[in-house]
């Protein structure tokens, strides 16, 4: 096998593996990992790592127990020659190791691939990172970008992509002012958390608590609209922001350690949060500080993902309607790449056994 000396040796092995499948070596499903070890000759923990990063790719399906891997892409389609050109997929850190970000990049990547073209994938702190526009020229010119597709970009890297020229599809993100460009998918805040607290509040919830996470500021200001639209008759505008507050958390420690502050501070009887991950947490606080859900405090998740079904209690969501976002993806591409602007992601209450009813 060559070496690539700029590169990691999964990486290596992944482009290996990669080109294998483009030409036929491997069909419809990965060997078992005797046949991979012997043929790239490296360590089981390396080749693991190697199928990870296909797996985000979309080149393999995700594992499942007791099967072999998936391939999703066929060989007539990956040495079919097309003008489809590269999907370029640009994805924050915090977001790329969320199950739900994760399985958009595969869908993405699945449908790009099935056309014919072929897909790039760049992991950055958008948040941080202060040259959006060097870095996306950059992308731009090693690869012949056809299409841009983005999760949850925050405003300069939306502008930064604009500047290209180049057609733009993203989940989620800064929504502009004015008229939105490109096509985006995107829950309202006004919307979604206004339907998410009108239903715990029918429910006898009226201090709820919503962590925001600071990354995500340009949507908190819907959400406290929301809040206030809902609530305004029973607590104050000092109240309801201070229910509000803004976290700067990327992992589940974090938020652990925030759990007392937090819930001390705002004494909730609800916390409608929007990551399983934060929700995992939250609940493992309730388990050490002996506070029982619903019991004690009912807990409902906005966005969430397979990672959902592992929580006990079972827990109430408010979740995107199947295959939407799949759909809509695929029907852009197949639609010219057009713009479409804002697409509105309908949402739907999915009922659990973390809610409690005060009002009964």
Not at 143 to 170: D, K
Request: include cysteine.
């Amino acid at each position: 096998m060559a070496k690539l000396n700029k590169k990691s040796l999964p990486q290596q092995v992944a482009d290996a593996l990669e080109q294998d499948i483009i030409k036929g070596v491997w069909k419809g499903t990965l060997p078992g990992y005797r046949v991979l070890l012997a043929r790239y000759e490296v360590s089981k923990v390396t080749c693991v790592r190697a199928i990870s990063l296909l797996e985000r790719k979309g080149v393999v399906g995700k594992a499942e127990p007791r099967k072999k891997r998936a391939i999703l892409v066929t060989p007539e389609v990956s040495q079919s020659k097309t003008d489809l050109g590269t999907l370029l997929i640009i994805v924050d850190i915090s977001e790329a190791y969320i199950v739900e970000s994760q399985d958009n990049i595969r869908i993405a990547s699945h449908v790009w691939r099935e056309r014919g073209g072929h897909v790039v994938v760049k992991e950055v702190d958008l948040t941080r990172n202060r040259a959006p526009n060097d870095l996306m020229k950059r992308w731009a010119s090693e690869n012949p970008v056809s299409a841009v597709f983005m999760i949850m970009p925050p405003r300069e890297w939306v502008l930064a992509a604009y500047e290209t020229g180049i057609p733009i599809f993203r989940i989620g993100g800064w929504l502009g002012e004015g008229d939105v460009k490109g096509t985006i998918l995107a829950y309202l805040a006004t919307d979604v958390w206004g339907d998410t607290l009108a239903y715990l509040r029918s429910m006898g919830h009226e201090r709820i608590l919503v962590p925001w996470k600071f990354s995500n500021k340009f949507v908190w200001q819907g959400v406290l609209d929301a809040y206030r639209a809902s609530h305004s008759d029973c607590l104050s505008p000092q109240e309801i922001e201070a229910l509000v507050p803004l976290v700067d958390h990327r992992n589940a420690e974090d938020w652990h350690q925030c759990w007392s502050g937090l819930l001390t501070r705002t004494q909730p009887t609800a916390v409608a949060i929007t990551k399983p991950l934060e929700a995992i947490s939250l609940m493992m606080f309730c388990a050490k500080a002996g506070i029982k859900v619903p019991d004690h405090l009912s807990i409902l998740l906005v966005n969430p993902s397979d990672l959902s079904l592992w929580i006990s209690p079972r827990l109430t969501s408010m979740e995107e309607e199947r295959n939407f976002s799949s759909g809509a993806f695929a029907k852009w591409v197949d639609g010219g790449l057009l713009e479409k602007g804002l697409i509105s992601v309908p949402k739907i209450l999915v009922e659990g056994e973390s809610v409690k009813n005060l009002s009964s």
